[in-house]
C-alpha cells in the first residue's frame, strides 16, 4: 500500500483551504492541528464551544494557562479581539448559523454526505460531544481522516455502517492520500497523491470516485 500523509501534513493541507476572515470551529483531537497552520496573511476566527472566539496557537510548553483551554483541554494563546462567552451562548452560535465552517475527525463518511464520527458501534463508549449541532449549524463541514482504517478497510463509504452522526452535511474530504469534494451525492475527486494511480486509489475507496476535468497532484511539505 501507498505510504499517505501524517496527520499533519493533512491538516496543512486543509488549512491551506480556510478562507480569509472565516468563523471556524476545529474538531477535538486531530482537527485541532489545522490552528498551528493557518497561512501567512490570512486571518481565520477560531470558535471553541466552551466558549472562546478568536483562540490562537498552542503556547510553548511550561507557558500554559489552565484556565485557558479549547473544548479538548488543551491550552491555547488569544489572538487580538478574542471573547469568553457562556457555553449557551457558544451553542447558540453554532445552532444559529455563524459558523463558517466545521472540520471533524470521521470513523466513516459516505458519498452522499453522510458521517459517523461519535460510535463505533456495540461496546464502545459513546462520546458525540457538539458534533451532532456542528454538522446541522456550519455552513460547510469538512472532515480530515486516514483514507482507510487500521486494519486498511475503506473509510470512504457507498453507504455508513455506524451510527451517524449527521445526514448528507459533509462538504470535502482531506485524507492521508487525495483531497475529495462531496457534489450532487458523489465523491469527486479534486487531488492525489502523484505516486498514485487512480486505480490504486479507487481500490480503497468504496464508493466511486469521480473525475471532472483534471485531477491535481496532493503536494505538501515536510512536517
Known amino acids: 500500500m501507498t505510504t499517505g500523509l501524517s496527520n499533519a501534513q493533512i491538516a496543512w493541507r486543509a488549512a491551506q483551504d480556510l478562507p480569509d476572515g472565516a468563523y471556524v470551529n476545529l474538531g477535538i483531537g486531530f482537527p485541532e492541528m489545522i490552528a498551528k497552520f493557518k497561512p501567512r496573511g490570512r486571518e481565520v476566527i477560531y470558535h471553541t464551544e466552551n466558549g472562546i472566539l478568536g483562540f490562537g496557537e498552542a503556547p510553548p510548553k511550561g507557558a500554559e494557562d489552565w484556565d ?32 463558517d465552517i466545521a472540520v471533524l475527525g470521521a470513523y466513516e463518511v459516505a458519498e452522499t454526505g453522510d458521517i459517523a464520527n461519535w460510535s463505533t458501534g456495540p461496546g464502545s463508549v459513546p462520546a458525540v460531544g457538539g458534533a451532532m449541532d456542528l454538522v446541522h449549524g456550519a455552513k460547510q463541514i469538512w472532515v480530515v481522516t486516514d483514507h482507510v482504517t487500521k486494519t ?12 451517524l452522526t449527521g445526514v448528507g452535511c459533509v462538504t470535502t474530504v482531506f485524507t492521508s492520500l487525495a483531497v475529495i469534494d462531496i ?17 490504486e486509489l479507487q481500490a480503497l475507496t468504496e464508493a466511486e470516485l469521480v473525475v471532472n476535468g483534471d485531477v491535481k497532484d496532493l503536494i505538501v511539505p515536510e512536517l
Request: hydrophobic letters at 40%.
Open 152 to 163: 486498511g478497510r475503506p473509510k470512504l463509504l457507498k453507504q455508513c455502517r455506524l451510527p
Open 68 to 99: 485557558l483551554i479549547n473544548a479538548g483541554k488543551k491550552a491555547v494563546t488569544l489572538n487580538p479581539g478574542a471573547s469568553f462567552f457562556h457555553h449557551a451562548d457558544s451553542f447558540a452560535m453554532v445552532r444559529g448559523g455563524h459558523l
Open 183 to 199: 457534489k450532487g451525492g458523489r465523491f469527486v475527486l479534486r487531488e492525489k497523491l502523484p505516486r498514485m494511480s487512480l486505480t
